[in-house]
Each structure stands twice: as structure tokens, then as C-alpha cells.
């Protein structure tokens, strides 16, 4: 059985289900390559329009695998180079939600944010508690945690190892949504085919342009958007989509 699976609920929507079970879901690096060639074939694929992830009921992802870290080296670590794997997952264009049950930790709350939305059941719980294991996050945790949360929340978090629970990330900014835990799939499911049914050149130039805006001055994050908001008038889903509202009818977009 393979560490990761990929479903179709519909045709334009993927689910990617982590399946570790034994092991919390812990990320190894097969669980990683995995991934990188899931979300790299699902970015290309034309048909699909968001990507759920989920780790399944029980748990999101317990981190990287300690079993598979503990004796390695400095060297052994660079040159793996893992970072590679993560950019697949961080440079997919396409709108990911991360539906998160249970723990999201260390890695495992590192992959959760590399969505663009999180929702997360009532009893998930958030953490970086790779302080407690003697190192620091490696996947983005000091960067992306503090974006979304800010410095004084994200250092709590760090240098404590302490988790949030789901209403707790929720007001803090680290989550979308919070719903009861046996519906975070369904919902989760429900944003994808939402997103999906929105223009997709729209939907994937906003997903470029917030991220690349975010770590941009202000003028030039604001020009990137005023290019992309002008690009989109070459689009036929454009025309479509003002043409219906006048003509009071349902648009029909093609990706076009
Ligand atoms: N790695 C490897 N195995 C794990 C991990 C993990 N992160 N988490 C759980 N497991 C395994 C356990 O070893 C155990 O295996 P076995 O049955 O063979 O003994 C099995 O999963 C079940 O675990 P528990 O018995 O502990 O289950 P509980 O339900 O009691 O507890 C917890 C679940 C709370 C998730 C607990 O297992 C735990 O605290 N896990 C470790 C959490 C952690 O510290 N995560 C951070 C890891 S460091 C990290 O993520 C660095 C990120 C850097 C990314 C960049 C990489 C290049």
C-alpha cells in the first residue's frame, strides 16, 4: 500500500490522503517524494482546479520522521535536499486546502501551511515542537507561522513546542475554518468544489499574486496585482463572466 492516495471526488477537484498510519503520519522521505510528484503532475493537469490534502480522521501529520533522523549528519541532511520536495508543494498553482484532523505537527504543521486554506476540526491541534527534539523547523515553520500569525504568537510557539488547538489557531490566523471533526473532509471538499467552480486564470493569478505580494514592497506587490487584474481582460472566462451577470444567467467558464 503506498504512503500517500489519490483520489478524484470529482473531476476537478484532487484529494491527496496521507497514509501512514502506524507512524502518525509521519513524513520520511518517501511520504515527501511522493507528494512533490502528486502535487507537480495535479498542478499540470488542466482538468483540476484545487487540491484537498488530508492525513485522514485520526491525525493530520506528526512531523518529519524522528526514526528516520535521529542518527543522521549535517551533510546527510543538505543532501537530501528536501527543499526541493517542499517548492513542488509551494509553487503548485492551484488553490491547496489542508484538511487537518488531529495533530498537525512539526512537519506535519509546516506541510498544513503550505495550503492556501486550512480547515481544521475542532480537536486538531497545532505545534512546532521540534525544540523539544533538539532542533528547529526546517520546512518553512519560522517563516510561514510568523507571516500568519505574527512574531509574538509564532515565538511562543517555537521556542515553547507548545500546540494550539483548532479555535485557538483559528483566532490567531492560523486556520480558515473550524468545524465539527467528522465533517472536515466534506467541508474541506465543498471549499475545493467552490474554488472550482470559480474562473481558474482569476483564481490561480490571485493565489500567485498574494503569495509573491507578501514577501514584496507594498508598490511593487500592488503593481504585480494591477498586471495580472489587466491580464485577465485577454481572457475569454472574463467576457464570460461580465456578460453573464448582464444577461442575468449562469457563467460558464473554461480556463480560457
Ligand atoms: N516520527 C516518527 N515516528 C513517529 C512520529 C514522528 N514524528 N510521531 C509518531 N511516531 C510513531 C511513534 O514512534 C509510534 O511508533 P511505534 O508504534 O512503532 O512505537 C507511533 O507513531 C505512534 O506514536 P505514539 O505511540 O506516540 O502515539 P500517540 O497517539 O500516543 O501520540 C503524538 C501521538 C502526540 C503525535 C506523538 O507520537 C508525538 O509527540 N510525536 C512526535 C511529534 C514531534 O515531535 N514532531 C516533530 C518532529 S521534528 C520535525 O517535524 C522537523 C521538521 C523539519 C522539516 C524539514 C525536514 C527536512
Known amino acids: 500500500m503506498s504512503e500517500t492516495l489519490v483520489e478524484r471526488p470529482s473531476t476537478a477537484v484532487a484529494l491527496i490522503r496521507l497514509n501512514r498510519p502506524d507512524a502518525r503520519n509521519a513524513l520520511n522521505q518517501a511520504v515527501r517524494e511522493q507528494l512533490a510528484a502528486h502535487f507537480t503532475a495535479l498542478g499540470n493537469d488542466p482538468e483540476v482546479r484545487c487540491i484537498v490534502l488530508t492525513g485522514g480522521e485520526q491525525v493530520f501529520a506528526a512531523g518529519a520522521d524522528i526514526r528516520d533522523m535521529a542518527e543522521r549528519g549535517a551533510m546527510e541532511m543538505h543532501l537530501r535536499q528536501t527543499h526541493r520536495l517542499w517548492s513542488a508543494i509551494a509553487q503548485c498553482p492551484k488553490p491547496v486546502i489542508a484538511a487537518v484532523n488531529g495533530y498537525a505537527l512539526g512537519g506535519g504543521c509546516e506541510l498544513a501551511m503550505h495550503a492556501d486554506l486550512i480547515v481544521a476540526g475542532q480537536s486538531a491541534s497545532f505545534a512546532q515542537p521540534e525544540v523539544r ?100 481582460f485577454d481572457s475569454a472566462d472574463q467576457k464570460e463572466g461580465m456578460h453573464a451577470f448582464l444577461e442575468k444567467r449562469k457563467p460558464v467558464y473554461q480556463g480560457k
Open 133 to 232: 527534539v533538539g532542533v528547529m523547523p526546517g520546512a518553512g515553520g519560522t517563516q510561514r507561522l510568523t507571516r500568519a500569525v505574527g512574531k509574538f504568537q509564532a515565538m511562543r510557539l517555537l521556542l515553547t513546542g507548545l500546540s494550539v488547538k483548532a479555535d485557538e489557531a483559528l483566532r490567531m490566523g492560523l486556520v480558515s475554518e473550524v468545524v465539527a471533526d467528522d465533517q472536515v473532509q466534506a467541508r474541506a471538499l465543498e471549499l475545493a468544489e467552490l474554488i472550482a467552480s470559480m474562473p481558474p486564470l482569476a483564481v490561480m493569478q490571485i493565489k500567485e499574486v498574494l503569495l509573491a505580494g507578501q514577501d514584496a514592497s507594498l508598490e511593487a506587490a500592488l503593481m504585480l496585482e494591477r498586471k495580472a487584474f489587466q491580464l485577465l
